[in-house]
């Protein structure tokens, strides 16, 4: 018999501990909701950030937005979960070897990222789990009551359009072409869009929610890593929003990530016709400002030039264009490199309007390039004694002796960090990080200053 699971979707890190905390639609998991019902199985949904409270089902699935949630969920099962089978999914966990992965949640911990894992555990027949791409999340929309699904859709969601990047830049988590550190080959991947029927399918029900809730707009985070990596298929996602659109009345607000490399190569008809269906703003990953530090990291796709352009276009197409700066790089930023950072985001925001969103590389994370490397593997082992240092691997922390241990780099990182944070229409709110040996007293100072701090 087909097993009952509750999913959970925990209290954001920097939320409050009573009353609402970050609202945002876990997308993510409503696709795992929707996978699991269409196979049969019962499922409850739970966003602590309304409520916390135990569901009496023996399986959980708890989702990791980011490392940051790491401590989160250990704290969610030592709590409430200890002796239950649980469920720990998420990108995040695709980073981690079986070793750290038993380490950080225990032995009744398994891979909620393994379709073999869960039809094992929730005798699922093999092949009734569809693919992600295929699957609509109606299903699980409609776990959600209309109290809480207007609280969602009256804030910005993210949209689940596409998966994968083609690039492989060495700092990055996400889903992209890498070496496997194990054979060494090179891993190649592609964006993955889902079907957009079933797009199509989930854009009328969220109309129509919306309306009944009162609500004539809907605003969307599209999932795409780099929104015009494939013109081809942005341009049949644009149509089936523009055919929504005028068919249930409602209005799209649509923003997203994306090269400066793939918007350059766009044709000004598509990017054109993605303004007229509500795309208003792009984040360009800058993220460095010379091509020493570009080529270090594997981004030798920017330059200087590129990124101006791309600017520049965004700016003269009626997109505001964000300006994402990861640097504070390991082994590539100089004082140099960092002011130029600096300098060029600085003439962006004054001369194009661009919208500040500074983060500060972090080497190792799990899923990137250095998590593996052996070059970190102590800081490595550092974290996993003491997973309350995960926090200081989110983006928006400032810089500590574990993840710049080179001192003079640290300093001017912060330094820098901070400059494009205070210039004018920053969206970035700096986080504490947590030192290894603080007091608690300072820790709770620290957890104090961060909370409600949310990134953009
Ligand atoms: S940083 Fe952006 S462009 Fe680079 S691999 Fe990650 S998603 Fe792709």
Request: glycine residues 8%.
């Amino acid at each position: 018999m087909v097993k009952g699971i509750t999913l959970i979707q925990p209290r954001h890190n920097l939320a409050p501990k009573m009353g609402m905390g970050h609202i945002y639609m876990p997308t993510p998991l409503l696709c795992v909701a929707s996978r699991l019902i269409g196979a049969g199985v019962d499922v409850l949904l739970n966003d602590e950030n309304f409520e916390q409270y135990f569901r009496p089902t023996n399986l959980v699935g708890i989702h990791l937005g980011g490392v940051s949630y790491i401590p989160l969920a250990r704290e969610i099962i030592n709590e409430r979960y200890l002796g239950h089978k649980y469920f720990i999914g998420g990108p995040v966990v695709n980073g981690l070897s079986e070793g750290q992965f038993r380490k950080l949640f225990g032995n009744n911990a398994f891979n909620g990222n393994l379709d073999s894992v869960l039809e094992r555990e929730l005798n699922i027949f093999r092949g009734d789990l569809k693919r992600p791409e295929e699957t609509s999340l109606i299903e699980g929309y409609e776990l959600i009551c209309d109290e809480v699904m207007f609280e969602y859709l009256a804030r910005e969601s993210s949209l689940y359009v596409s998966q994968g990047c083609k690039f492989a830049c060495n700092f990055c988590a996400a889903d992209r072409t890498c070496k496997d550190p194990v054979t060494g080959k090179m891993k190649i991947v592609r964006e993955r869009y889902r079907d957009l029927d079933v797009l199509r399918e989930d854009l009328v029900y969220l109309a129509n929610r919306a309306k009944r809730l009162g609500l004539s707009e809907l605003s969307f985070y599209m999932s795409n890593l780099d929104v015009f990596q494939t013109p081809g298929k942005l341009l049949e996602f644009v149509n089936v929003v523009e055919e929504v659109r005028s068919k249930e009345n409602v209005e799209f607000k649509l923003r997203g990530l994306s090269t400066v490399d793939s918007f350059l190569r766009t044709d000004d008809d598509i990017i054109g016709q993605l303004v007229d269906v509500g795309f208003y703003s792009v984040g360009f990953g800058v993220d460095g400002m010379t091509a020493e530090v570009w080529n270090k990291v594997k981004k030798g796709h920017n330059t200087e030039d590129k990124c101006l352009n791309a600017i520049k276009r965004a700016y003269e197409s009626r997109i505001t264009p964000e300006l994402l700066m990861v640097f504070g790089h390991n082994g590539a930023d100089t004082e140099g490199s960092l002011r130029k950072a600096y300098d060029f985001s600085k003439d962006m925001v004054e001369v194009f309007g661009a919208i500040p969103r500074p983060h500060v590389a972090k080497a190792f994370l799990p899923g990137n390039d250095g998590w593996t490397d052996l070059k970190y593997q102590s800081s490595v082992r550092t974290l996993l004694d003491h997973p309350e240092l995960f926090h200081n691997l989110d983006f928006t922390t400032l810089p500590t002796e574990l993840t710049h241990p080179n001192r003079e780099l640290r300093l001017l990182t912060i330094k820098y960090f901070l400059e494009i944070c205070n210039l004018p229409g920053n969206t970035t709110k700096y986080l504490l990080p947590i030192e290894e040996g603080m007091t608690s007293e300072q820790q709770k100072n620290v957890v104090d200053f961060n909370r409600g701090r949310y990134d953009h």
